[in-house]
């Protein structure tokens, strides 16, 4: 989860960086300004998703190990 956090904590600073030159210096058009939100929208969901879902598998295989859930 660590690696997700930190994955999604890029993209999401990164996107805010090229919003704030965007919206000072006008570097990119709007077309791809918008292309370049949606692609990092999508990643974030798709690392968080994939985070998460790997997080569940590892915390659901130490309690069958721990004997904490019958197989």
Sequence with gaps: MKIGAILCLVIFVTWV???LLQLW???LSGEVFWK???TAGAL???VLG???V???YIDEKKMKDDGYIDS
Aim: aromatic share 16%; no cysteine; net charge negative.
């Design 44 to 46: 974030f969901v798709v």
């Design 17 to 19: 960086f090229v919003a």
């Design 25 to 27: 210096f006008d570097l």
């Design 50 to 52: 994939v985070s998460l």
């Design 36 to 38: 370049l939100t949606v």
């Design 54 to 56: 790997i997080r569940e």
